[in-house]
């Protein structure tokens, strides 16, 4: 069975930093389209960023800049590294893979506070 836990969210103020990790297990991650999700109150589920197997990294413009995403195939985790928050960068966080099959995490909670 293929599990995604995300960790690391937390309540920060604005400026800070935070870093998500995503640790996966049941599969490895090596082939997987690895990505960052968010979901904000009363908003739909937005895309944030996404790397290939090849390393190759997309990120929505509202944080690019500002955060920074990686994957380490051989722990078998990707990470998000967020810097410069801000409190529209409040929502759940959620990490998927995307294959042959897509999974998704349970999602951690940002708050950033102003």
């Known amino acids: 069975q293929v599990q995604l836990v995300e960790s690391g969210g937390g309540l920060v103020q604005a400026g800070g930093s935070l870093r998500l990790s995503c640790a996966v297990s049941?599969?490895?991650?090596?082939?997987?389209?690895m990505g960052w999700y968010r979901q904000a109150p009363g908003s739909q589920r937005e895309f944030v960023a996404s790397?290939?197997?090849?390393?190759?990294?997309n990120y929505v413009e509202a944080v690019t800049g500002r955060f920074t995403m990686s994957r380490d195939n051989v722990k078998n985790m990707a990470y998000l590294q967020m810097n410069a928050l801000k409190p529209d960068d409040t929502a759940v966080y959620y990490c998927?893979?995307?294959?042959?099959?897509?999974?998704w995490g349970q999602g951690t909670q940002v708050t950033v506070s102003s």
């Open positions: 998927t893979m995307r294959g042959r099959q897509d999974y």
């Open positions: 790397i290939t197997p090849g390393g190759s990294k």
């Open positions: 049941g599969t490895r991650i090596g082939t997987y389209v």
